[in-house]
């Protein structure tokens, strides 16, 4: 009697195979449409608009790229969703009784009915994949896109979306394996797509919620928080060109995600089907993981609402909340969401103690400044302006040291809450974000503003400034300087007037860049007297690329000396944008000595007052506006102030400087003792002036505003020192 072999010997059946694709042939058309929609429409509505014929070649090509850029980003998007759609596709036939013991009781082994399923599912998000390529291909050509370099930029970007694609489905089928249910599937494809990601990110917004000086930016932007998820490389990555490491271990991780999930179907129950989680142990480690993301987003949610007082409900809501919707889900009924009180017991202060710590920083590990001894390096930037985006690295001691002392030094004045009129934009104080590294290897990336009246302060940003830093920023502006042919709109601000103009840029910064000279300290310490802004550089024969704009230093600081520039920028034929039509009033001169080591307690109502609706005023005036309640409080000022006429005032202009440059106002060498608050009124008609202040208020004595104006150090008139003694 001959004995007929019954199941296939091979990991893939044919004759299954064959009988799964027809099956599944609606899963075609889903791939098709998914692909047609996101890839060959979009081109159809964008690529036309590319070919007007007064277009450069190059400038077309242009437009080509970016429009088959953004095309693909669309498209990612879909591939991540397709991976998980036909992720469940595969192991579909595992999440009901019925199908589960019908194809298990096929004799075919395990393997078997694993692979062939999984090649059945990857045919039918092929063959979609493909019929869309091919209208593509035709919708390319029958727009004059049909160029080598659009189909590499295509390809390019399809395989990078076949990856991720894959990624995807590989992660979607490994958690189809530990589940019975098609949604917990999803959920659960979800969890290890994002998770990762979202509880660093969130365990980092938690601890920036509690510290001052912490920089979460920069930790953002880890290379282990870019490869937490496929999601997140994706967002930073995509458009990176192809790296082998990334990509190698793409393939390795898909690989060993199905081979997992394969591992892991071997040994799950054909009972198991339609149960939420395979394994019970596992369903509790998915919950407490669950549990802990969305306390720590609700607390952040709640925070961001109500502020730090609601963070606590939204902690105890979000996790209680998620507690028991995950039960209801792995026991499919409400009469759950309660099980295992005494593990969220236990959870809520483990959590509370972790929040203790971490969120609140109890050890005030935030404030606390390494010694110079104990760092290898720093990176800094300074007033975090465009340095060619990139972090300066100093090693030598002396600047470990003069930095060191100038964030300790900061760290005490703000400690004693002391008081500052100075802003930013106005050259008083300046932004450090640093990265200390320890000599151990760990990065303490931190943000300070710092006061110049600060000690250390000068002698910190001498040593910056002397070493080049700087001056690199220039080198993008200088690169562009020698292609000819580009010209920029550009707006000159001198004083109260701003006036606009196109210039040749080669020609202006050649000119620019020679009476400048180095950006060391020597320069920049100087208050510049104007400002050129430029807004957008244009060429007849191509476009700027945006990378490269965004590198440009766009804010210049003219100073004094610069006498060819201004004549040249004075020279072109501009239009004014802003005609001063105020009336000078007076002025008031503050003299902020006296706020050294004042510590004196001060209502937070007015402190919120001072430095919001009309900030820097309040400093001096008897009351100040509470935007809360509309009245006015009394408030009798925290500096000595003299109060100057019109013609004083008048006389004083020559003599105050406007520090608005990013570049320059960290530097500038200011008068840190005294400042000048200028008053304007803008004219107004008597009937609005009677109709809304009263016929005893003449019209002149409305509409007032101010400004804020500082002196170069040294440059404060002694008859305006005379007034204080």
């Known amino acids: 009697m001959i004995m007929l072999r019954l199941s296939s010997e091979c990991l893939l059946d044919g004759k299954l195979l064959g009988n799964l694709t027809r099956r599944r042939a609606a899963h075609i058309l889903i791939a098709f449409l998914a692909n047609f929609f996101t ?110 370099e659009v189909f590499a930029c295509f ?43 979202a509880l660093l990110y969130g365990l980092l917004m938690l601890h920036d919620v509690g510290t001052v000086y912490f920089n979460v930016d920069y930790y953002f932007n880890l290379p282990l928080m870019t490869y937490s998820s496929p999601v997140v490389y994706a967002g930073f990555h995509y458009l990176d060109g192809f790296s082998v490491v990334p990509t190698v271990a793409a393939v390795l991780s898909v690989v060993l995600l199905l081979f997992g999930g394969l591992m892991i179907y071997r040994r799950r129950a054909i009972e198991s089907a339609e149960q939420p989680i395979v394994f019970k142990k596992l369903g509790s480690v998915i919950k407490y993981l669950l549990v802990l993301v969305v306390t720590v987003y609700a607390g952040l949610f709640f925070d961001a609402l109500g502020g730090s007082s609601w ?11 998620c507690f028991m919707l995950v039960n209801t889900i792995l026991a499919k009924s409400p009469k759950a969401m309660f099980r295992g009180l005494r593990g969220l017991c236990v959870y809520a202060v483990a959590f509370a103690l972790f929040f203790t710590v971490w969120g609140i920083d109890v050890f005030h590990m935030d404030a606390r400044v390494p010694k110079a001894e104990n ?32 964030l300790e030094n900061q760290v005490a004045a703000d400690g004693e809450n002391l008081r500052n009129p100075y802003s930013t934009t106005e050259g008083g104080d300046f932004r450090i974000e640093v990265v200390l590294y320890t000599k151990l290897g760990i990065p303490i990336a931190r943000g300070y503003t710092v006061e110049k009246t600060t000690a250390g302060a000068r002698d910190f940003l001498k040593l910056y400034a002397d070493s080049g830093v700087v001056d690199e920023c220039f080198a993008p502006n200088d690169a ?7 010209l920029m709109e550009a707006e000159l601000t001198e004083w109260n007037t701003a006036v606009r103009m196109t210039l040749d840029y080669a020609e202006f910064w050649k000119l620019y860049r020679r009476e400048i000279g180095v950006l060391n300290y020597e320069r920049l310490c100087q208050a510049p007297i104007c400002e050129l802004e430029f807004w957008n550089l244009y060429c007849a024969d191509q476009d700027l690329d945006y990378k490269i704009q965004r590198e440009l230093v766009s804010e210049l600081p003219i100073y004094a000396d610069m006498t060819e520039t201004l004549a040249y920028l004075r020279g072109q034929d501009g239009r004014a944008v802003s005609e001063d039509e105020r009336t000078l009033t007076g002025a008031v001169i503050l003299m902020t000595d006296p706020l050294v080591g004042y510590s004196g307690e001060v209502d937070e109502t007015v402190v919120y007052a001072a430095d919001s609706y009309s900030g820097y005023a309040t400093v001096y005036e008897e009351t100040i506006y509470d935007i809360d309640t509309g009245d006015d409080i009394p408030f009798d000022g925290l500096y000595p102030t003299v109060t100057l006429d019109a013609e004083e005032a008048a006389a004083l202009l020559p003599q105050l400087v406007r520090v608005q440059t990013p570049l320059s106002s960290a530097f500038a060498d200011i008068d840190t003792t005294y400042f000048a608050v200028v008053r304007y009124s803008y004219p107004i008609a008597e009937e ?19 400004e804020r104006f500082l002196f170069a ?4 008139p002694e008859s305006v020192k005379n007034k204080f003694e």
């Not at 150090?713 to 404060?716: E, H, L």
Request: aromatic share 12%; net charge neutral; with cysteine.
């Open 480 to 486: 562009l300087a020698n292609e000819s042919g580009w």
């Open 713 to 716: 150090a040294g440059g404060v």
């Open 39 to 148: 890839v060959s429409v979009p081109l159809m509505l964008s690529l036309p608009r590319n070919l007007r014929a007064d277009l450069s070649s190059d400038i077309i090509l242009a437009r080509q790229l970016n429009t088959v850029e953004s095309t693909m980003v669309l498209n990612l998007v879909f591939c991540f969703i397709l991976g998980i759609y036909f992720g469940v596709v595969t192991m579909s036939y595992m999440m009901r009784r019925r199908s589960a013991y019908f194809w298990h009781a096929l004799p075919a082994k395990r393997e078997t009915l694993y692979v062939t399923s999984m090649t059945s599912a990857l045919v039918c998000a092929g063959v979609g994949a493909c019929l869309s390529l091919a209208v593509t291909l035709i919708v390319l050509a029958s727009n004059g896109a049909a160029k080598p």
């Open 688 to 706: 609005d002036a009677e109709k809304y202040y009263g016929a005893d208020v003449p019209a002149s004595e409305v509409w007032q505003s101010s």
């Open 311 to 321: 963070m606590i409900f939204g902690f105890v809501c979000g996790g209680l909340l």
């Open 155 to 197: 390809f390019s970007l399809a395989l990078k979306n076949l990856i991720y694609f894959a990624a995807a489905y590989a992660i979607t089928v490994f958690a189809g394996s530990f589940s019975g249910s098609g949604v917990v599937q999803v959920l659960m494809s979800l969890v290890v797509l994002f998770y990762p990601a």
């Open 375 to 406: 760092l290898s390096a720093a990176s800094i930037q300074v007033n975090r302006y465009r340095m060619n985006a990139a972090e300066h690295r100093f090693d030598d001691a002396e600047m470990l040291g003069a930095l060191t002392t100038l």
